[in-house]
């Protein structure tokens, strides 16, 4: 039985910026809501609140919904939005 899923968390933009690192490796229960990543980088980093609601995500190069339950091995992109050109 797994109890523990590794999962990697590839950052951009606000969340790059804040962490000074382009992606992130995490322990995980199996089954954690990918928005528990978004949870956890918040309260590691107060300064993302702004970004809680406008944030997507993707899980292994697809866009997901907040609830998706996430897998050891999963790569996971949190994309806030961005602006430029």
């Known amino acids: 039985m797994v109890n523990s899923a590794t ?16 992606e992130l490796t995490l322990q995980l229960q199996p089954g954690t809501p990918v928005a528990a990543v978004r949870d956890r980088l918040i309260a590691e980093h ?12 993707g899980v292994n190069l697809q866009f997901v919904e907040a609830h998706t339950a996430l897998q050891d091995g999963d ?8 602006s430029g050109g």
Do not use: C, H, N
């Open 75 to 82: 790569e996971v992109v949190l994309i806030p939005p961005v």
């Open 46 to 57: 107060p300064e993302l609140a702004q970004w809680r609601d406008l944030t997507r995500f």
């Open 7 to 22: 999962v990697t968390v590839k950052l951009f933009a606000a969340y790059q910026d804040a962490y000074g690192v382009p």
